[in-house]
């Protein structure tokens, strides 16, 4: 069958879309050109653009993606530089923020500055996990507190029999079981390394359940997630528990520099962040006691490959500010809960991978999991610049123009 023919084929659904490899010799590139002209002719509209990219689909198809059609582009900017002394980042960085936001990168970038300007920002780790909670019905809650009790005393045993069998860097280290009625919940803790790490704790926990079958032939496995785990939904779980890194970032800025180039004060600065995203957040029984990390997430996601629908537990924290004795402004984000890699999944995407080379954090880290950390800790310090000018922004009654300028 000749190119002509198989896109109408697949525009009349003789041939499925996630078909087309089969008639093209695997070619995915051209797979992926037949589905995008097959989909143009169907629907009478034009995808020239989503037609146009740099991306190898012979890379992402069977990995990152099914039915490719093309690619969508985001604009890139960067803010910085951004100076961090953290315990894996050190030194100054350059943010890569993909937005259609106007008025983000700017502010971002603004943050940047004072931050810098004011000595840097200081980043601490206070968790590192990546957790899957399967479900397991059981005859009563006394046999789940059993099997809870047998799971608890065996965790070495089961990352030797079952979680070896899966990864080399993906290691058990507990377990928090959950007991509803007749139902556990068993919220398995991995250590992930440089991975975000769901695939490797997913399919570890399935060979762990498989364990536990033998072991119990009358208590039945259920699901795989549980949603105790809790993955790409706003919780208190995560909130409160942690799940990525926990991640807090902080500064001081002395009252010159938030007078000059945030155009505030850091009283002004006090008083909104305490009134808007604290008492404002419990008004609306957010998560979010922020004013926007999950614009400085969510760009930076885009950007470096990683699974935007984590955004949601990203965009989880609270940011304090407040005046020093000394009249200088003290600010922190507190970020429970990102998810995060700079191995697998999308950041393998050539694109994502350059934007994460500009932090230096593309790959594997030596030893494993301090690339993934470093990471961690300029998200934290991008997302507290993010911060501190959007307050800034509100404080000074400039959020409005900045947006009329440069976001319309
Ligand atoms: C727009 C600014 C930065 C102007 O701020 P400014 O202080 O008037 O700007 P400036 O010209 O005096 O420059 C100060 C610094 O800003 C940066 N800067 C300034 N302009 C640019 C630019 N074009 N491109 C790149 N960087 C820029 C730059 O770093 C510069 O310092 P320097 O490096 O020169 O020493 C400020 O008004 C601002 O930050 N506004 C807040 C905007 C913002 O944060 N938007 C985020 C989205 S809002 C939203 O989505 C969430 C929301 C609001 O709904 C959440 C909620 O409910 O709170
Ligand atoms: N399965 C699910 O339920 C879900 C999957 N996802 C998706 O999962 C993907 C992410 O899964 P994840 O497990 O992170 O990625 P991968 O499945 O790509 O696993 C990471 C791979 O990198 C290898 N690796 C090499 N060097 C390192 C290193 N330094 N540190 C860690 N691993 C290393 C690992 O080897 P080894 O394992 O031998 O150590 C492993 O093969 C994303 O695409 C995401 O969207 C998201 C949510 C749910």
Same mark, same amino acid.
């Given at each position: 069958?000749?190119?002509?023919?198989?896109?109408?084929?697949?525009?009349?659904? +003789?041939?499925?879309?996630?078909?087309?490899?089969?008639?093209?010799?695997?070619?995915?590139?051209?797979?992926?050109?037949?589905?995008?002209?097959?989909?143009?002719?169907?629907?009478?509209?034009?995808?020239?653009?989503?037609?146009?990219?740099?991306?190898?689909?012979?890379?992402? %198809?069977?990995?990152?993606?099914?039915?490719?059609?093309?690619?969508?582009? %985001?604009?890139?900017?960067?803010?910085?530089?951004?100076?961090?002394?953290?315990?894996?980042? /050190?030194?100054? !960085?350059?943010?890569?923020?993909?937005?259609?936001?106007?008025?983000?990168?700017?502010?971002?970038?603004?943050?940047?500055?004072?931050?810098?300007?004011?000595?840097?920002?200081?980043?601490?780790?206070?968790?590192?996990?990546?957790?899957?909670?399967?479900?397991?019905?059981?005859?009563?809650?006394?046999?789940?507190?059993?099997?809870?009790?047998?799971?608890?005393?065996?965790?070495?045993?089961?990352? +030797?029999?079952?979680?070896?069998?899966?990864?080399?860097?993906?290691?058990?280290?507990?377990?928090?079981?959950?007991?509803?009625?007749?139902?556990?919940?068993?919220?398995?803790? !991995? +250590?992930?390394?440089?991975?975000?790490?769901?695939?490797?704790?997913? %399919?570890?926990?399935?060979?762990?359940?498989?364990?536990?079958?033998?072991?119990?032939?009358?208590?039945?496995?259920?699901?795989?997630?549980?949603?105790?785990?809790?993955?790409? /939904?706003?919780?208190?779980?995560?909130?409160?528990?942690?799940?990525?890194?926990?991640?807090?970032?902080?500064?001081?800025? #002395?009252?010159? %520099?938030?007078?000059?180039?945030?155009?505030?004060?850091?009283?002004?600065?006090?008083?909104?962040?305490?009134?808007?995203?604290?008492?404002?957040?419990?008004?609306?029984?957010?998560?979010?006691?922020?004013?926007?990390?999950?614009?400085?997430?969510?760009?930076? !996601?885009?950007?470096?490959?990683?699974?935007?629908?984590?955004?949601?537990?990203?965009?989880?924290?609270?940011?304090?500010?407040?005046?020093? #004795?000394?009249?200088?402004?003290?600010?922190?984000?507190?970020?429970?809960?990102?998810?995060?890699?700079?191995?697998?999944?999308?950041?393998?995407?050539?694109?994502?991978? +350059?934007?994460?080379?500009?932090?230096?954090?593309?790959?594997?880290?030596?030893? #494993?999991?301090?690339?993934?950390?470093?990471?961690?800790?300029?998200?934290?310090?991008?997302?507290?610049?993010?911060?501190?000018?959007?307050?800034?922004?509100?404080?000074?009654?400039?959020?409005?123009?900045?947006?009329?300028?440069?976001?319309?």
């Amino acid at each position: 069958m000749n190119v002509e023919e198989l896109v109408d084929k697949v525009a009349s659904g +003789e041939v499925k879309l996630h078909q087309v490899e089969r008639y093209t010799n695997g070619d995915k590139r051209l797979a992926t050109e037949v589905r995008r002209r097959a989909l143009e002719k169907k629907l009478g509209v034009s995808l020239e653009n989503i037609g146009h990219y740099s991306i190898d689909p012979e890379r992402v %198809i069977g990995k990152n993606i099914e039915n490719m059609i093309g690619v969508v582009q %985001i604009p890139m900017g960067v803010a910085g530089p951004l100076k961090i002394n953290g315990e894996y980042a /050190k030194g100054e !960085f350059y943010i890569p923020l993909a937005t259609t936001e106007g008025a983000l990168v700017a502010s971002v970038n603004r943050g940047c500055s004072a931050l810098t300007a004011a000595g840097g920002v200081k980043t601490t780790i206070i968790d590192d996990k990546m957790t899957r909670a399967p479900l397991l019905k059981c005859p009563d809650a006394r046999r789940a507190r059993e099997v809870a009790e047998w799971v608890k005393g065996n965790i070495e045993y089961l990352q +030797e029999k079952a979680v070896s069998k899966v990864t080399r860097h993906g290691k058990l280290r507990d377990v928090k079981p959950y007991i509803v009625g007749n139902n556990l919940y068993l919220r398995f803790e !991995f +250590e992930t390394g440089d991975a975000m790490g769901m695939n490797m704790v997913t %399919i570890s926990s399935e060979e762990i359940m498989k364990v536990i079958e033998e072991h119990f032939p009358d208590v039945r496995y259920l699901a795989l997630s549980g949603n105790v785990c809790v993955d790409k /939904k706003p919780n208190a779980m995560n909130f409160i528990n942690g799940r990525g890194k926990t991640v807090i970032a902080e500064a001081v800025i #002395p009252r010159e %520099i938030v007078e000059k180039k945030l155009k505030t004060t850091p009283e002004l600065i006090a008083e909104v962040n305490y009134r808007k995203n604290l008492v404002g957040s419990a008004q609306a029984g957010s998560y979010g006691f922020n004013a926007h990390f999950g614009n400085i997430v969510g760009a930076i !996601f885009l950007a470096t490959g990683q699974d935007e629908a984590q955004i949601t537990e990203g965009s989880h924290g609270i940011t304090l500010a407040e005046v020093t #004795p000394e009249g200088d402004l003290y600010v922190s984000v507190t970020m429970p809960s990102l998810e995060i890699g700079t191995v697998g999944g999308g950041t393998r995407v050539p694109t994502q991978r +350059e934007a994460l080379s500009i932090m230096g954090v593309a790959g594997g880290g030596d030893p #494993p999991g301090t690339n993934a950390k470093k990471f961690a800790e300029i998200i934290a310090g991008a997302v507290l610049a993010g911060e501190l000018s959007l307050l800034a922004a509100i404080a000074a009654k400039h959020l409005a123009k900045a947006h009329a300028e440069l976001g319309r």
